[in-house]
């Protein structure tokens, strides 16, 4: 199986050296917040890092943004607990599910969902057409990307010439390129881009709906602290000040419609879960 993986180098304050999660009351330390890698690490810092500024001044528990550099790797670092506080959606994994994040907070966007997608003037027209095709994904541990699209060709029979492109943008920048005929996507990552790069593009397939990443947290992280962060969250879009940092963290990606955080459970993602016991895709974990 061919791979091709992004090349750009990981910003240096994404590189933080945190080590596992161990909570120490005398030397009140920054907790690490991993969130799963779906753009550059350039453009995941942007967008994430004056929202955890903020969430830290009001809930007065510092955050430090921690990403890891491929999917794969997010995912060992969940199923290890190596971040306090998580952006994603790989703690639902089945093999993941033992490191015990509890889910607090979600985006209120609507969910989304997996596409296969062409484009606008490709002669591609169905799934079958992909028969034998070159196909690019993100990476092996992408859900919306990866996940659900190749389980539904597997389950049409549709065998394909996978590569992989090392995050989601990286598998529509391949698909722009023409260096491959179709891509597995994250619907709303897809909009995006396609606005932000002007590229038109169709859809051959796409999944049912999904919740898209949960804000949790490890248990490990006293009740209290994860109360603090989590107000911090939810209030953040009401607040005049709040509101202009998800304004400008939305302008760097493009987005129409800035984030709200609204509270969430576990259960609420009982169908991701059901999807990660049943698939017939092969989960690669580190």
Do not use: C
Not at 64 to 74: D, F, I, M, W, Y
Not at 87 to 106: D, L, M, P, T, W
Not at 184 to 200: L, S
Not at 203 to 223: D, H, N
């Amino acid at each position: 199986m061919k791979k091709w993986v992004g090349a750009a180098s990981v910003v240096a304050l994404l590189l933080l050296t945190l080590g596992t999660p161990n909570w120490s009351q005398s030397q009140p330390q920054p907790l690490s917040f991993g969130v799963i890698i779906w753009r550059s690490p350039t453009l995941t810092a942007q967008f994430w890092n004056p929202i955890l500024r903020y969430v830290s001044d009001k809930s007065g528990v510092l955050l430090q943004l921690k990403v890891a550099q491929t999917g794969p790797e997010h995912t060992a670092m969940v199923r290890r607990g190596d971040y306090h506080f998580l952006y994603s959606n790989h703690n639902f994994i089945k093999e993941n599910e033992e490191s015990g994040y509890r889910v607090f907070a979600r985006s209120q966007e609507e969910a989304g969902t997996g596409e296969i997608v062409v484009l606008k003037d490709s002669p591609i027209r169905s799934l079958a057409d992909l028969q034998g095709q070159e196909v690019v994904f993100p990476h092996t541990a992408a859900f919306y990307g990866y996940h659900l699209p190749m389980d539904a060709l597997l389950r049409k029979g549709i065998q394909v010439k996978v590569h992989f492109a090392g995050n989601q943008e990286g598998a529509m920048g391949q698909l722009k390129a023409g260096r491959a005929i179709a891509a597995g996507v994250n619907a709303e990552v897809m909009r995006a881009f396609a606005q932000r790069e002007n590229i038109a593009y169709r859809t051959l397939w796409s999944s049912e709906k999904y919740l898209s990443l949960a804000l949790s947290a490890l248990p490990s992280v006293p009740a209290d602290t994860v109360k603090a962060v989590r107000e911090a969250f939810l209030k953040m879009a009401d607040d005049p000040e709040g509101a202009k940092v998800l304004a400008a963290s939305a302008n760097v990606l493009k987005q129409a419609t800035p984030m709200r955080f609204v509270a969430s459970k576990d259960s609420e993602f009982d169908n991701m879960r059901k999807f990660y016991r049943t698939t017939l895709v092969k989960v690669e974990l580190q």
